[in-house]
């Protein structure tokens, strides 16, 4: 428990009192069962040792909305744990311990954004390094490593890690690490993340993995061989639409050490009620996620009988290439999926139709969403590169919300015809 001392310099009485007691018993008892590794993932979301406030045994964490915290011992004998809430704050605390329970891992950094978490852990990286990324790697992704990092000496390459041996022969002499998406983004294609952490491993790569698309519900890279798995929390996580926040694990407390450097010192911090919307969010993670998990897939179903639709990209559909390689390495194919349209305009009247889906950026909301990756995520991209990947002007990506799905169906087939 961290000290928490009245202006006098004497603690709080009831945080006292509570100090000489045993941590509240429900606490105790699920930290066994959770190192006994006893709880299934779904009651993780909820028991993951943040369940009540230290302080007062209120159910949930409490939002400490300050800067600064009081300095006990100007000697420098006495040490504590929060001293200054862009090094650490308790709410942020919460969220960073159980996206590392969540995840596996050894230690959790929340971030402002995806892409401040994204940025420092990249940050981690050296002038002169090499890193190979998917060709279809978010577009923010793709961005901050080719403008802002290659200024700052990033050699980048991408690569189609669809095929693992793709990224053995991009490795050079300086390449020191590997970024992975699975499954991408807007085409939802599939990367066998245990070939391509293992080739990173030998080669002896810092291995990152964006598992937005997946959250440690469904995909645990950590498991499969990652040293870091980064996300926007501002999708799945935070689940609302309501907040922008990010946040990385990492394998070892080493490499946490490395990265608690970038995150204090560069200070991409979240702020406190930020990271409580997002705690809240983690919580009905299950629900959210098996509900819109189902009705994506109804929605791919009767997409691939639709007249006006070409392609349907979904990775729970049977003819979906990477299917088999998906259901190795995760629980479930998702809520996301992408389609095409026989014309442009048919895809654009879509946009501009559709009444249940929001046509908006962004994913994971409990609102349905449908992005035009062309004019959003992708529009830094060349358009003859977007072409050459397939993202094209007849593309639609939807992220699937918790409307009914025979609604969503309706909807989108009055949006199609
Ligand atoms: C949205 C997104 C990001 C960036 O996150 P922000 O919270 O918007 O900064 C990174 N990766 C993926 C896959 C995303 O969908």
Redesign the pocket.
Known sequence: MGGFYTASGRPGKLIFLLSFLPPFPILSILYTRLNGGIMNKGSLLIHNGHELDPATGALGVTVYQTSTFYRKDMTGKQTQEFDYSRGGNPTRKALEETIAILEGGAKGYAFG??????SSVIGLLATGDHIIAPQDI?G??WVIMDTFYKRWGLELTLVDTADPENIRKAIKPNTKALYL?SPS?PLLKITDLKACLGIAREAGLLSIV?N??MTPYLQRPIELGADVV??????FLGGHSDV???LAVTKTAELGQRLYAVQNSFGAVPGPWDTWLVIRGIKTLKVRLETQQATAKRVAEWLLTHKNVTNVYYPGLENHPGAEVHRSQSSGPGAMLSFKTKTTEQALNFYSRIKLAAAA????GVESIASYPVKM?HVAMAPAERERLGITDTLVRIAIGLEDADDLIADFDQALS
Do not use: Q, R
């Not at 980064?230 to 999708?235: C, E, L, N, P, Y």
């Not at 950026?361 to 994971?364: F, V, Y």
């Open positions: 954004s995806g892409m401040a978490a994204i978010y923010g992704s998406e983004n964006d937005t698309f980064v996300h926007s929390a501002t999708k922008i926040s990010g950026p962004s994913l994971g995520s």
